[in-house]
């Protein structure tokens, strides 16, 4: 098993940035994929920015150049540097490893965005 935790979300103006972090329990060199998912109220969840197999990494088009998901092996997290934050980013933020082809999730953070 993974145990995920999150940190990081809050209450942002617009324009304004946050770093969510999530920290595994597992050597992330050991786990599959890791990366963000969002869910908005109301709507799906949906892939933001992940790590996928090798060094490759896959972005949401809507959060391009305005996110960047970078990692820290030796602390075993996963950071998402957000900038030029918008109300349309406003969600629930989390954290997904794939280990062993099962999905594990923390627990959610949430953002908002909004003046």
């Known amino acids: 098993q993974v145990q995920l935790v999150e940190s990081g979300g809050g209450l942002v103006q617009p324009g304004g940035s946050l770093r969510l972090s999530c920290a595994a329990s597992?050597?992330?060199?050991?786990?599959?994929?890791m990366g963000w998912y969002r869910q908005a109220l109301g709507r799906q969840r949906e892939l933001v920015a992940a790590?996928?197999?090798?060094?490759?990494?896959n972005v949401a088009d809507s959060v391009k150049g305005r996110f960047t998901i970078s990692r820290d092996n030796a602390k075993n997290t996963v950071y998402l540097q957000m900038n030029s934050l918008n109300p349309e980013d406003t969600a629930v933020y989390y954290c997904?490893?794939?280990?062993?082809?099962?999905?594990?999730w923390g627990q959610g953070t949430q953002v908002t965005v909004s003046s």
């Open positions: 997904n490893a794939k280990y062993r082809d099962v999905n594990y």
């Open positions: 790590f996928a197999s090798g060094s490759r990494t």
């Open positions: 597992k050597s992330i060199f050991s786990i599959d994929t």
